[in-house]
């Protein structure tokens, strides 16, 4: 079986029976299994009743069907085999993706001695390739060459030693190269960030042990109700302060209690826009189990601010 694969073609031959379709991914899928389920075994048994021949029973199971897939996500990206004769240049350059210019001589010399025979190439033919699928041409394609050959993948062309210019030809390693190569997904996206990032442990907040029902909350406005996340926060607080829980709060502890035990919304900026607009209600000192976080204690001003909520007058 062999055949080839281009971006909206595919053909195929087995044995005797051609299969050849062109157009859209979604066309050429359908006409695809409309041959291998309809007209593929009707091809076989006229084939067997001409030749008086004997169907094998297992003759299905021996179609690769991977081979026959289409799916551009899933294949290499290049052929099934060096059958280039209804392949261009550019076609066949351009199925490698965006390749290194030491990759793209490459693939470029193995088309050029596969298709059209031309085993001897040399630096103007080098710039001709580049030229004809219209990349940019290097600089210096004598030291392209060069580092090729150091690698092992070009070699002196020995047919041509005194010739000038110097010419090279494929080695065994530069052809199996190209045969083996696999074209880069160019949606594949480097990540951003290179060797082991550190997971950052969410800090447990010292309230962490109490719940909603220690707080007998049923002897205060709801809190949800409240029309202000002012009011939210400072009843809050006052909660757990009058009902001996707790009197000094970091911001962190403040957006548990009032998401994690109260649940209700509460970020970072909101509650610092409340400590920032309301200095005097707070006393703040340096949290002794680390000197970077702070931690604030109601002052009376919060409290009262806190008792007019639950008497139904604060404004």
């Known amino acids: 079986m062999k055949g080839y694969l281009m971006e909206n073609r595919v053909r195929f031959k ?3 029976i051609e299969f050849e379709a062109e157009g859209t991914s979604e066309l050429i899928e359908r006409e695809r299994n409309i041959f291998l389920n309809s007209l593929l075994p009707a091809a076989v048994d006229a084939i067997v009743r001409t030749r008086g021949e004997e169907k094998e029973p297992q003759y299905f199971e021996t179609v690769d069907q991977s081979i026959l897939s289409l799916s551009n996500e899933n294949s290499s990206g290049i052929y099934f085999e060096n059958d280039l004769s209804q392949i261009s240049f550019v076609e066949y350059t351009k199925q490698f993706g965006n390749v290194s210019d030491q990759n793209f001589v490459l693939i470029s010399a193995y088309f050029q001695e596969k298709k ?3 085993k001897s190439f040399s630096s ?3 710039k001709q390739f580049f030229s004809s699928a219209r990349k940019r041409i290097p600089s210096n394609t004598s030291d392209l060459l060069q580092k090729l050959a150091k690698k092992g993948y070009i070699m002196d062309d020995p ?3 005194k010739e000038s210019p110097k010419k090279y030809i494929l080695t065994n390693s530069g052809i199996q190269f190209v045969d083996n190569f696999q074209a880069k997904d160019q949606r594949t996206e480097k990540p951003i960030f290179s060797g082991t990032r550190k ?3 969410k800090a447990v907040s010292v309230y962490s042990e109490i719940c909603a029902d220690d707080l007998n909350l049923k002897n205060y406005p709801e809190i949800k109700k409240l ?5 939210q926060m400072l009843l809050s607080l006052f909660i757990v302060t009058n ?3 707790g009197d000094t709060f970091s911001t962190a502890d403040i957006q548990f209690i009032m998401t994690d035990i109260l649940g209700l919304p509460a970020s970072k900026s909101q509650i610092s826009g409340v400590f920032r607009r309301n200095r005097n209600w707070f006393k703040t000192d340096s949290d002794p189990n680390n000197q970077k976080m702070l931690r604030r204690k109601l002052l009376q001003g919060a409290k009262d601010f806190a008792q007019t909520i639950i008497d139904g007058t604060a404004v």
Do not use: P, Q
Request: aromatic share 4%; hydrophobic share 15%.
């Open 243 to 245: 009902e001996g829980k």
């Open 199 to 201: 997971t950052r442990e």
């Open 227 to 231: 029309d202000s996340f002012k009011k």
């Open 116 to 118: 059209n025979g031309e």
């Open 124 to 126: 103007a033919n080098v």
């Open 159 to 161: 047919n041509s030693e």
């Open 14 to 16: 087995i044995g005797e």
